[in-house]
């Protein structure tokens, strides 16, 4: 099985549950939790800080924080603050900031108007990129615009080590490529489709419950030591 496995949290279980799943996965040998941001129900950040506190070694994204409503200062500046909540030991940090583009569903509802996701999804990574230098960014996009804009940390350095990688995969991506990649149906079937994934190359396989119970897809794909 993968040496990095990841567990999708949404948001219609209690808080408590989430948490406790969260605490158990990370005990079970799963090495990150993505908490879900893909409607107006729950807070991302909130959560992320929760798990960040409360857990040791399992990185925490966030799946993922709208690019159309907060730009790239304010991201990189909750990033660098959800990094002093949780730096290992060998001094990397265990935020994932993750984008996201929002569904024109919901995105509509709130008077944001989506253009050309993946290209806002490039030019937002590449100033955060910038942003993690410390310097001062003058950056001008076709959606995002800093004028000696910088990250003006008072504790710590602030700046990520991990690289950026900005995507827009969902958006450019036919629904029959994305459902080739997905694993349906028992854990037995479920596990054997994800070594066949990480054979061919995938290298953090992501397991999204649509159960009540969590804990069953966790002991399904658990690594404990």
């Known amino acids: 099985m993968a040496r990095r496995m990841t567990l999708c949290m949404h948001?219609?279980?209690p808080l408590a549950y989430g948490l406790e799943t969260a605490c158990y996965a990370g005990a079970s040998g799963f090495s990150e939790i993505w908490q879900a941001d893909r409607r107006l129900?729950?807070?991302c950040i909130f959560l992320t800080s929760v798990f960040l506190t409360q857990t040791?070694?399992?990185?925490?994204?966030?799946?993922g924080l709208p690019l159309w409503t907060r730009n790239p200062a304010l991201n990189g500046a909750t990033r660098s603050t959800l990094r002093e909540l949780?730096?290992?030991?060998?001094?990397?940090?265990r935020v994932v900031l993750g984008l996201g583009a929002r569904r024109e569903?919901?995105?509509g509802r709130v008077g944001v108007e989506r253009r050309n996701p993946p290209r806002a999804m490039r030019g937002h990574a590449e100033a955060l990129r910038a942003?993690?230098?410390m310097e001062h960014v003058n950056f001008q996009g076709g959606f995002v615009h800093l004028d000696r804009g910088r990250l003006d940390v008072a504790y710590g350095d602030g700046s990520p080590r991990e690289n950026l990688n900005p995507t827009g995969a969902s958006?450019?991506?036919?629904?029959e490529v994305a459902q080739n990649m997905m694993a349906l149906g028992e854990a037995l079937t479920c596990r054997a489709k994800v070594r066949e994934y990480v054979r061919a190359g995938v290298t953090c396989p992501i397991q999204c419950s649509?159960?009540?119970?969590?804990?069953?897809?966790?002991?399904?794909?658990?690594?404990k030591p």
């Open 11 to 13: 948001d219609w279980h």
């Open 105 to 107: 569903l919901v995105a």
């Open 171 to 175: 958006q450019v991506i036919p629904d």
């Open 86 to 93: 949780a730096v290992r030991a060998d001094g990397r940090g």
């Open 41 to 43: 129900a729950r807070d």
């Open 210 to 223: 649509l159960l009540d119970d969590i804990g069953a897809v966790i002991d399904a794909f658990a690594h």
């Open 131 to 133: 942003f993690f230098t």
């Open 56 to 63: 040791h070694t399992l990185r925490v994204g966030s799946g």
